[in-house]
């Protein structure tokens, strides 16, 4: 157990970038042909992921690529803030790959209620809830809460962080680890209830990420602050361990829970330089 230090992800993208400027030149100086490129330029991005969030197969790839993008969506703020987010497609930093390059994803959110923070959080009048997907470099450890010590401990594969997830402090498992898919990927899931017993300020904090604490800790409408039940979904991005995940509060709408689910299926990788 030991407090982390969040890492530099400025440093990291940018040095994965040098490298591969540097990793390209060097391939181009060595080859025969001469491209010419006219207007300017290229840029590609390839978006990754597919699958239907009624789909209960398990699957090894990914069931779709999409076109490449000309332009790229708008950057969710990584601070935590009680904005209302308009409906839209925004981008997000997930995390790096071993040469320091990100790993980004794509997600969409429709219709009323919705608030911006480093991860969307959905509000109606009843309940709160949100999803999630990032690169974990921390679990929660001790009571959990956000000021408490955390385990840098992730395993090496998805079923090892799965096991470890399933042991988050104070929590008790409603779906045990079992094989499945998300996005069209093979992922290991596991449903989780985790208490919201932490003195305020503090909150509970499943995971650290790029993008900060991820928090799960919100006061319902009526000011009470009920369980929280949280699904983890585990996969292999390119060798990085990525976490895709979806909470509500106990006794939330099926509205809600759905809207969330339709949000966290059109989550899409995203790649290129």
Request: a negative charge.
């Amino acid at each position: 157990m030991q407090d982390v230090v969040c890492p530099d992800v400025a440093r990291l993208i940018v040095g994965g970038r040098a490298r591969k400027r540097r990793r390209n030149a060097t391939r181009a100086s060595s080859a025969a042909l001469v491209v010419v490129l006219v207007g300017g330029g290229a840029f590609g991005t390839t978006q990754l992921g597919g699958g239907n969030p009624e789909g209960s197969g398990i699957v090894d790839q990914p069931t779709s690529t999409a076109e490449a993008s000309e332009a790229a969506p708008a950057t969710l703020a990584a601070d935590p803030g009680r904005e209302d987010l308009e409906p839209g497609t925004y981008r997000v930093l997930v995390g790096s790959d071993s040469e320091g390059s990100p790993i980004e994803a794509d997600l969409t959110v429709a219709g009323p209620g919705w608030r911006s923070g480093n991860f969307p959080v959905l509000q109606d009048s009843e309940s709160v809830g949100g999803f999630g997907v990032y690169q974990p470099f921390a679990l929660a450890a001790a009571s959990g809460c956000s000021d408490d010590l955390v385990s840098t401990e992730l395993g090496e594969s998805p079923q090892s962080l799965a096991q470890l997830l399933a042991e988050l402090p104070g929590s008790t498992i409603r779906q045990p680890v079992t094989a499945g898919e998300v996005l069209g990927r093979y992922a290991v899931h596991l449903q989780l209830r985790i208490p919201q017993d932490c003195a305020a300020p503090e909150d509970y904090r499943p995971a650290e990420t790029p993008r900060g604490g991820r928090g799960i800790t919100y006061p319902r409408p009526d000011q009470k602050w009920p369980p929280v039940v949280m699904d983890f979904w585990v996969l292999e991005l390119d060798g990085v361990l990525v976490v895709v995940d979806s909470w509500h509060q106990v006794g939330a709408s099926a509205e809600l829970v759905n809207e969330i689910a339709r949000a966290r299926e059109s989550i899409r990788f995203v790649t290129g330089e």
